[in-house]
Nanobody, 120 residues
Framework: QVQLVESGGGLVQAGGSLRLSCAAS????????MGWIRQAPGKDREFLSA????????YYADFLKGRFTISRDNAKNTVYLQMNSLKPENTAVYYC?????????????WGRGTQVPVPS
């Protein structure tokens, strides 16, 4: 059974940083990108970032402007999202995903999400 389990979410003050982790189990995603997608309250889900199996290729949403960094540790079957300079508008549920392309419509597997509140 494939599972993606996020951790590292929680309340963070504006301007602060947080690192999310996603541990995958049940299979090794050599043919998938691993990525992060978020859903803010009252809004649609939006793609943030994805990374290839080798880690050599990364994708980012333009609006992130270099504040977030994705990485992975294949030995641990884990992908990370380092988030810096967080803003109240970054408040959302952050989902880990295994994708065939860096777009939401190409997600094959979803995690359950982790909440990141950034109070104003």
């Amino acid at each position: 059974q494939v599972q993606l389990v996020e951790s590292g979410g929680g309340l963070v003050q504006a301007g602060g940083s947080l690192r999310l982790s996603c541990a995958a189990s049940g299979r090794t995603f050599t043919r998938h990108l691993m990525g992060w997608i978020r859903q803010a309250p009252g809004k649609d889900r939006e793609f943030l970032s994805a990374i290839s199996w080798t880690g050599f290729t990364t994708y980012y949403a333009d609006f992130l402007k270099g504040r977030f960094t994705i990485s992975r540790d294949n030995a641990k079957n884990t992908v990370y999202l380092q988030m810096n300079s967080l803003k109240p508008e970054n408040t959302a549920v952050y989902y880990c995903a295994a994708l065939t392309e860096p777009v939401i419509s190409r997600v094959d597997y979803w995690g359950r999400g982790t909440q990141v509140p950034v109070p104003s």
